[in-house]
């Protein structure tokens, strides 16, 4: 079974600055890669997701995350950090012929004025 | 419109109560899921249905028990409330059942157990 890793419990960063959250999975296979976004008191919102093709994908709010295979990685970045962005990101991950997704375990960010 | 809502948003209870949470969605899709979500945010599958078949049943006491009446609508039942059971439970549902289909969330339900 695969298994994702978020490695950065809690991030701070400055409004303005650039954002960088960590995903690792362990997978044989390309598998379906999913980045998630929850704001206090509601539920996921879909940021973005990679299945195949450019290992660069955008997504809403300004987001983008790459695929690095050598790296088992799909990172997600952001150029300028808003007050807004500050929420709990989950990086998720199915197997191609299943039917779930694993969580990882989350990172909060936290963004100071 | 909320495209995936869920009721009640919060529920307080005791130890040994039987409750339900109600989930709807009305984006047209044909799978429905439940997940966990523990105080360290952890989120785990809990069910799934697909056109209100079973398709995912994870290690979850039998005391809780999923309902599909139909495709928009996926019921939670939770017989004999115990205080590990406390956590927020999020519906979702997603056109298809792989893994590859995005998800669209509601906004949870908190349930306290006393």
């Known amino acids: 079974a695969q298994s994702v890793t978020q490695p950065d419990i809690h991030i701070t960063v400055s409004e303005g600055a650039s954002l960088e959250l960590r995903c690792n999975y362990s997978?044989?296979?390309?598998?379906?890669l999913f980045w998630y976004v929850q704001s206090p008191g509601q539920g996921l919102q879909l940021l973005l997701k990679?299945?195949?093709?450019?290992?660069l994908v955008q997504g809403i709010k300004g987001f983008e995350a790459e695929f690095k295979r050598s790296q088992s990685s799909f990172n997600l970045r952001k150029p300028s950090v808003h007050w807004s962005d500050a929420a709990e990101y989950f990086c998720a991950v199915g197997e191609v012929g299943d039917y779930k997704l694993s969580f990882g375990a989350g990172t909060t960010v936290t963004v100071r004025a | 419109d909320t495209a995936v809502s869920q009721t009640p948003k919060y529920l307080v209870t005791q130890m040994g109560n039987d409750k339900s949470i109600k989930c709807e969605q009305n984006?047209?899709?044909?799978?429905m899921y439940w997940y966990k979500q523990d105080s360290k945010k952890f989120l785990k599958i809990m069910f799934s249905?697909?056109?209100?078949?079973?398709?995912i049943n994870e290690t979850v006491p039998n005391r809780f028990s999923p309902k599909s009446p139909d495709k928009a609508h996926l019921n939670l039942h939770i017989n004999s409330l115990e205080l590990g059971d406390s956590a927020v439970y999020f519906c979702?549902?997603?056109?298809?059942?792989?893994?590859?289909?995005?998800?669209?969330f509601g906004d949870g339900t908190r349930l306290s157990i006393l």
């Open positions: 997978y044989g296979a390309t598998p379906y």
């Open positions: 990679y299945f195949s093709g450019d290992t």
């Open positions: 984006l047209g899709h044909d799978t």
């Open positions: 249905y697909n056109n209100k078949e079973l398709i």
């Open positions: 979702a549902s997603s056109q298809g059942q792989g893994a590859g289909q995005p998800q669209h």
